[in-house]
């Protein structure tokens, strides 16, 4: 409020008491305890711009949000720029009826976020499914929803580094990252192999992981895509 002020009093004579663009008066005398003091009001001009800059500093706050947390997502180059309005329907039916469905979900965000719901996407290898969950993400981020787009395999490299002497970061840090993600999208579940003859059990770590951030308690949103063979 007290840049708005000087920028229209610097428009203003201080033997002029009112706003050279509305008329109105924006210097009152008052009197207390018989000593008149001269202050000056804000008119309605004053209170338009004030509103004004309000509403960009918080834009412009939402939009550094966004950016931050398109940083954080790990979309990557290709699907940065994937929204539902740049997206072709009407050439798949089984396509157009998942984008339907994805779209309605991000329509009723706070609700199907709130709730725990997710989708789980399955279908032949280049039919859309990434590009959906990308969508989506993107979507959700437009609202500053805090989502993460990865894939069991760098979960599981996530997890193996918690192995690490030299590394500082812990199981429980890694687990705590994840509970600040309100919407996890794994990409093509399922192409990682995990088998206890492997000897790799970072693997079922992470599927450990997963589930302890998705429980009962968390209902945490999540959504597969998965490529049928």
Same mark, same amino acid.
């Given at each position: 409020?007290?840049?708005?002020?000087?920028?229209?009093?610097?428009?203003?004579?201080?033997?002029?008491?009112?706003?050279?663009?509305?008329?109105?008066?924006?210097?009152?005398?008052?009197?207390?305890? %018989? /000593?008149?003091?001269? #202050?000056?009001?804000?008119? @309605?001009?004053?209170? $338009?711009?004030? *509103?004004?800059?309000?509403?960009?500093?918080?834009?412009?706050?939402?939009?550094?949000?966004?950016?931050?947390?398109?940083?954080?997502?790990?979309?990557?180059?290709?699907?940065?720029?994937?929204?539902?309005?740049?997206?072709?329907? %009407? /050439?798949?039916?089984? #396509?157009?009826?998942?984008? @339907?469905?994805?779209? $309605?979900?991000? *329509?009723?965000?706070?609700?199907?976020?709130?709730?725990?719901?997710?989708?789980?996407?399955?279908?032949?290898?280049?039919?859309?499914?990434?590009?959906?969950?990308?969508?989506?993400?993107?979507?959700?981020?437009?609202?500053?929803?805090?989502?993460?787009?990865?894939?069991?395999?760098?979960?599981?490299?996530?997890? $193996?580094?918690?192995?690490?002497?030299?590394?500082?970061?812990?199981?429980?840090?890694?687990?705590?990252?994840?509970?600040?993600?309100?919407?996890?999208?794994?990409?093509?579940?399922?192409?990682?192999?995990?088998?206890?003859?492997?000897?790799?059990?970072?693997?079922?770590?992470?599927?450990?992981?997963?589930?302890?951030?998705?429980?009962?308690?968390?209902?945490?949103?999540?959504?597969?895509?998965?490529?049928?063979?």
């Amino acid at each position: 409020m007290e840049s708005t002020l000087k920028s229209f009093a610097q428009n203003i004579p201080n033997s002029e008491e009112i706003c050279s663009v509305c008329g109105a008066k924006i210097l009152r005398t008052a009197e207390f305890m %018989g /000593i008149k003091r001269t #202050f000056r009001v804000m008119c @309605k001009c004053m209170q $338009k711009q004030q *509103e004004e800059e309000k509403i960009r500093q918080e834009n412009q706050e939402r939009m550094r949000k966004i950016e931050k947390l398109k940083r954080l997502s790990l979309l990557g180059e290709r699907y940065k720029n994937a929204t539902f309005e740049n997206s072709k329907t %009407g /050439i798949n039916s089984s #396509f157009d009826r998942a984008f @339907k469905r994805c779209r $309605k979900y991000c *329509e009723l965000y706070e609700e199907t976020i709130k709730n725990g719901y997710g989708i789980y996407l399955f279908g032949d290898k280049g039919v859309g499914k990434t590009h959906l969950t990308a969508c989506m993400a993107n979507d959700l981020m437009t609202n500053c929803v805090p989502v993460l787009f990865t894939s069991l395999f760098e979960v599981s490299k996530a997890v $193996k580094s918690t192995f690490n002497r030299e590394s500082s970061l812990t199981e429980q840090n890694l687990i705590e990252r994840f509970a600040n993600i309100d919407v996890l999208f794994f990409d093509d579940l399922g192409t990682e192999i995990f088998s206890k003859n492997s000897g790799d059990t970072h693997g079922f770590k992470a599927f450990f992981l997963i589930s302890s951030i998705s429980g009962t308690t968390t209902k945490k949103p999540l959504f597969f895509q998965v490529t049928t063979v």
